[in-house]
C-alpha cells in the first residue's frame, strides 16, 4: 500500500513568519493529496487539497504545491500567526488514504 | 460539524473486553474509513468500506473487525482488549469514488484500556 512520510516531526516559527511541511509518497497512482490540521484534542479538518492534475494550489495564507515526478508534496503557510500552532496531516489517495505521521507547529507570539 | 456521528464519544472498558464502535457518514457519502490514533501519534489506517464491500485493508489487527451495512453506517468491533488498545478511534467518511478523497472526520471515540 502507499507509504506516505512527512518531515519535519515538529516546527517552531515566529509569528510573521513563514513555515513549509513536506511529504513524499511512494504509490505513482496516488493522485489526490489533502492536508489536514488537527488541535487539540479536536477531529482532522480538511484545510486544503490538491490533484494530481495540478501543480500548485493556494487558499489565502495557505499554499500546497506538488511534484509528481519526484512524488513529493508540500504545504506552506505564509504570514503564521498563534492560532495556525496545531498538529498538520499529508494524506496520498488512491483507494484508501494514507496519512504522514504529522508536524507538530508551534507558532510564538 | 462535519456531518459524520461517531458513537459513542468516550469508552472505558476492561482488558479483554470486547466493544462496538459506530459510524454514521455523511449524507450521500458511500465510503468509510477507520483510523486509530494513539496518544501524541499518527493517524493509523486500519480499514475502508466502500458501499458495503471491504475496499482497503491497512494495518488492523486479527482482534479487530469492521462492517459496512446497507443503510451506510459502519461498525468497529474490537475483542480482547488490551491495554496498548487504548486510542482515539477516527471514522472518516467520503464521497469516492464520485469525488476522490475529501474525507471528512467524526469527533472520535476515545477508548480507554483499564
Known amino acids: 500500500g502507499e507509504n506516505v512520510e512527512q518531515h519535519p516531526s515538529t516546527l517552531s516559527v515566529q509569528e510573521g513568519d513563514s513555515a513549509v511541511i513536506k511529504c513524499t509518497y511512494s504509490d505513482s497512482a496516488s493522485n489526490y493529496f489533502p492536508w489536514y490540521k488537527q488541535e487539540l484534542g479536536k477531529r482532522p479538518q480538511l484545510i486544503i487539497d490538491i490533484r494530481s492534475n495540478v501543480g500548485e494550489k493556494k487558499d489565502q495564507r495557505i499554499a500546497v504545491t506538488l511534484n509528481k515526478t519526484a512524488k513529493h508534496f508540500s504545504l506552506h503557510i505564509t504570514e503564521t500567526q498563534p492560532e495556525d500552532s496545531a498538529v498538520y496531516f499529508c494524506?496520498?489517495?488512491?483507494?484508501?488514504?494514507?496519512f504522514g505521521a504529522g508536524t507538530r507547529l508551534t507558532v510564538k507570539p | 460539524d462535519s456531518g459524520v456521528t461517531q458513537t459513542p464519544k468516550h469508552l472505558i472498558t476492561a482488558t479483554g473486553q470486547r466493544v462496538t464502535l459506530r459510524c454514521s457518514p455523511r449524507s450521500g457519502d458511500l465510503s468509510v474509513y477507520w483510523y486509530q490514533q494513539s496518544l501524541d501519534q499518527g493517524l493509523q489506517f486500519l480499514i475502508q468500506y466502500y458501499n458495503g464491500e471491504e475496499r482497503a485493508k491497512g494495518n488492523i489487527l486479527e482482534r479487530f473487525s469492521a462492517q459496512q451495512f446497507p443503510d451506510l453506517h459502519s461498525e468497529l468491533n474490537l475483542s480482547s482488549l488490551e491495554l496498548g488498545d487504548s486510542a482515539l478511534y477516527f471514522c472518516?467518511?467520503?464521497?469516492?469514488?464520485?469525488?476522490?478523497?475529501?474525507?471528512?472526520f467524526g469527533q472520535g471515540t476515545r477508548l480507554t484500556v483499564v
Open positions: 494524506a496520498a489517495s488512491t483507494n484508501d488514504m494514507r
Open positions: 472518516a467518511s467520503s464521497a469516492y469514488p464520485d469525488r476522490e478523497g475529501e474525507a471528512f
